[in-house]
T-cell receptor, first 113, second 114 residues
Framework: GAVVSQHPSWVICKSGTSVKIECRSL??????MFWYRQFPKQSLMLMAT?????????EQGVEKDKFLINHASLTLSTLTVTSAHPEDSSFYIC?????????FGSGTRLTVV | GENVEQHPSTLSVQEGDSAVIKCTYS??????FPWYKQELGKRPQLIID?????GEKKDQRIAVTLNKTAKHFSLHITETQPEDSAVYFC?????????????FGTGTRLTIIP
């Protein structure tokens, strides 16, 4: 079946630094990638939608200059959290759409100290 | 935009009994309704989905029903087992094959009591 590889699975960074999260579709072409943020015991909140080769569409309230999304190829999308602060600590998860289905990455737990 | 409500937020069921989780959606154009199971710290896994041209779908112990008129759909798990304990999310999506996004419900934490 379709597989999305997400790395890293967890990361601890210092406040003020940037962190890059990668999602790769291993056996299909991801025409669209969705990036979510999930707080403990809460639902998945969509941050942005990206299509290969075009700018991402951000949800209301999400700072596009803070959460940089790049979708340079049909198999790779990255989310960079710039100038991270403790309130950015969360579980970030990608979801790739290929065809009619959605495949989730394994998630990245970001802790900013 | 689409709004999905999910109930209950928590559900405890004796092992072997059935569990039912309900969702309502607001956009009558939505035509795809998946259900995901998420274990702690892991990715959501699709367990079953239904499209708007079908009223019910079953897969072994899991079934989903859809009432388009009332704009609600439900997940039914029969003969529950301890490994069914997890958080379950419903979602809805409008038609298309582009970048249409899933709108998720708030989740139901299901606990199976041995």
């Amino acid at each position: 079946g379709a597989v999305v590889s997400q790395h890293p699975s967890w990361v601890i960074c210092k406040s003020g630094t940037s962190v890059k999260i990668e999602c790769r579709s291993l056996d299909f072409q991801a025409t669209t990638m969705f990036w979510y943020r999930q707080f403990p015991k809460q639902s998945l909140m969509l941050m942005a939608t990206s299509n290969e080769g075009s700018k991402a569409t951000y949800e209301q309230g999400v700072e596009k200059d803070k959460f940089l999304i790049n979708h340079a190829s049909l198999t790779l999308s990255t989310l960079t959290v710039t100038s991270a602060h403790p309130e950015d600590s969360s579980f970030y998860i990608c979801s790739a759409r290929g065809g009619d289905g959605y495949t989730f990455g394994s998630g990245t737990r970001l802790t900013v100290v | 935009g689409e709004n999905v409500e999910q109930h209950p937020s928590t559900l405890s069921v004796q092992e072997g009994d059935s569990a039912v989780i309900k969702c309502t959606y607001s956009d009558s154009a939505s035509n795809y309704f998946p259900w995901y199971k998420q274990e702690l710290g892991k990715r959501p896994q699709l367990i079953i989905d239904i499209r708007s041209n079908v009223g019910e779908k079953k897969d072994q112990r899991i079934a989903v029903t859809l009432n388009k008129t009332a704009k609600h759909f439900s997940l039914h798990i029969t003969e529950t087992q301890p490994e069914d304990s997890a958080v379950y999310f419903c979602a809805a999506r409008p038609p298309g094959f582009g970048n249409e996004k899933l709108t998720f419900g708030t989740g139901t934490r299901l606990t199976i009591i041995p």
